[in-house]
């Protein structure tokens, strides 16, 4: 099998349009490989799908899929791992910054009777839900593991939630771009 062969057999698979491999300019056209395009729109959707959720990354990262015209089928996935393995960063690094000495008198300050009844009753999994669907995971994520919450209670629902907005972000974003083609 011929390296192009394979390359258009794996281009055919993912859906992935060939015409993006092309950056014209006004004095030359420059054929990019497709594996080193692919590659970089790629690593920008997985970079964006990394970004807090309040500068719209994984809904931007969402809109470069689709203007790459890839699958939701490998889309989602990646933009829902990529966000959750952000998110256990996140949460890693909030519990451990308790350990800097202001940052723990303060949180040992802000861990009042209310707040912490606050976090029993709504929980992990309304955080993780709701809050999410107001600022975004990483405030959260930093608000649960100060109130004492622990990193076992936290992946399960972090992996749903980012599974699920994934989903409502590329519906959003379709249904977005779909409008704006029809104006």
């Known amino acids: 099998m011929r390296n192009s062969d394979f390359l258009w057999e794996f281009n055919e698979k993912f859906g992935i349009d060939r015409s993006a491999a092309v950056m014209d ?3 030359y056209a420059v054929e990019f490989p ?9 690593a920008s959707i997985v970079g964006l799908s990394m970004t807090p959720n309040l500068v719209l990354g994984p809904s931007a990262a969402v809109g470069v899929g689709i203007a790459a015209h890839y699958s939701p089928w490998v889309l989602l996935p990646v933009v829902a791992a990529a966000g959750y393995f952000e998110g256990l960063v996140v949460a890693w690094l909030a519990g451990e910054s308790t350990r800097i000495g202001f ?3 303060l949180v040992a300050r802000l861990r009042t009777p209310r707040a912490v009844a606050f976090a029993n009753r709504w929980g992990v999994w309304g955080g993780l839900t709701l809050g999410c669907a107001v600022v975004g995971d990483e405030p959260i994520l930093v608000a649960l ?8 209670r936290i992946w399960l629902p972090l992996a749903v939630s980012n599974a699920v907005f994934a ?14 083609a029809n104006l």
């Open 25 to 27: 300019t006004s004095i």
């Open 167 to 180: 989903v409502l972000y590329y519906a959003i974003v379709w249904v977005g771009l779909n409008q704006v």
């Open 34 to 42: 497709i594996l080193v395009t692919t590659f970089w729109t790629w």
């Open 103 to 105: 940052i723990g008198r």
């Open 145 to 152: 593991r100060w109130l004492g919450v622990n990193m076992r």
